[in-house]
């Protein structure tokens, strides 16, 4: 008996920025990018292609797939970091795109790891009214907040959107649980300033706007160990060996990330589901992407136990597993 996903959707922005053309744009080659961070390609929005619009094209294929109506939605979170506006939030703009009138809406900043988070809070809702359907959404443009001549942070992310549906089963699926963490003590390593305001406090030397800003090596090696940690301790609370793991959807990084984290956590590939190469890192989209299209593609079972892992600016971090 818990909550489970109903239906899964995503939407990639038309445009592909490939590496070769990243050559012409940042003093980089298309083989370093390629060999460091198996990343080839990634999606850019264009205009019509705002946060809030990747997460309602999302969220309109998420419902289609639950077999779900807008109307019986009662809340709706959006995990971003890159709104197009600061004030409403993403999720007001799907909430009304959607026409879910009896739905709440509100955004959650958690960097890559928003979409889990906001699967736990969506499961906590359920679990108190189980005739609630919730759609929790990841959706990014940080293409619009890089600074595209910095070479340590443009090359790694792209744009999109993924969705899902979730309701209360009585069966024995549903989500089993999760172990989140943060750790704002370091979030100079991993963070992009607010945009140009009259706060005097903001008014820094050193806000070069709002960008994402990178110690790349420093995150690196606290986004393998939070994840391996994060992971070890969700299975040990369960009782459950690493080995019952069906199917592993990690945050999509980069490759030097993943095949960290696999290695640490002796997982066999063929288990871990991959698609940096297409997509780069899209932040909170990033897991809900690679979610449909696992799902899509019947890569999962029912009854299979999925494991999902996260690591973002905050630093924010965690796990969750799934009876599929
Ligand atoms: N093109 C060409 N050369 C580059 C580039 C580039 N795009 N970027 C850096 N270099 C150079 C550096 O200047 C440096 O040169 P030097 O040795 O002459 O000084 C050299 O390549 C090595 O640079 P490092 O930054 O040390 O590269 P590293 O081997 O650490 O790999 C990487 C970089 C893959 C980004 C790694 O640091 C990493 O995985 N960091 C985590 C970053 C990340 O994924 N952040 C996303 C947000 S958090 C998350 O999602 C988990």
Redesign the pocket.
Same mark, same amino acid.
Not at 26 to 29: F, L, P, Q, R
Not at 310 to 313: H, I, P, Q, R
């Given at each position: 008996m818990g909550t489970v996903v109903l239906g899964t959707g995503s939407c990639l922005p038309e445009r592909i920025l490939t590496n070769l053309e990243?050559e012409t744009i940042?003093?980089?080659?298309a083989e370093? *990018?390629r060999s460091?961070?198996g990343i080839e390609s990634r999606h850019i929005g264009g205009r019509g292609e705002q946060t809030y619009q990747l997460a309602t094209n999302a969220a309109k294929k998420a419902l289609a797939a639950a077999g779900v109506s807008a109307k019986e939605l009662g809340l709706i979170v959006v995990g971003t970091i890159s709104s197009h506006m600061l004030m409403p939030s993403s999720a007001c703009f799907v909430q009304s795109e959607l026409g879910a009138e009896n739905a709440f809406a509100y955004d959650l900043n958690a960097?890559?790891s928003g979409f889990l988070y906001g699967l736990d809070l969506a499961d906590k809702y359920i679990r108190t009214d189980h005739s609630m359907k919730i759609l929790v959404i990841g959706a990014e443009t940080l293409s619009g907040r890089l600074n595209w001549q910095d070479? @340590?942070?443009? *090359?790694?992310?792209g744009d999109g959107a993924g969705a899902a549906v979730l309701g209360h089963s009585d069966s024995e699926r549903g989500l089993i649980d999760s172990n989140h963490r943060s750790d704002g003590s370091l979030w100079d390593l991993?963070y992009m300033h607010a945009p140009e305001s009259l706060n005097p406090d903001l008014l820094v030397a050193g806000n070069s706007g709002a960008y *994402?800003q990178?110690e790349?090596?420093?995150?690196?090696k606290h986004?393998v160990r939070a994840?391996e940690d994060s992971v070890r301790g969700l299975l040990q609370k369960q009782n459950i060996d690493i080995n019952a793991i069906d199917f592993v959807i990690p945050?999509?990084? @980069?490759m030097? *990330?993943l095949n960290n984290l696999i290695d640490r956590l002796d997982i066999p590939l063929r288990k871990v589901f991959i698609n940096v190469s297409k997509y780069g890192?899209t932040?909170a989209a990033?897991i809900p992407i690679a979610l449909d299209e696992a799902n899509r593609h019947g890569l999962i079972a029912e009854g299979d136990t999925v494991l999902f892992c996260?690591?973002?600016?905050g630093f924010t971090w965690g796990a969750t597993l799934i009876k599929w």
């Open positions: 990243l940042v003093d980089t080659s370093w *990018i460091r961070t960097a890559c070479r @340590n942070t443009c *090359i790694l992310f991993l *994402i990178m790349g090596r420093e995150v690196f986004a994840m945050h999509q990084a @980069n030097r *990330i890192n932040s990033s996260s690591f973002g600016g």
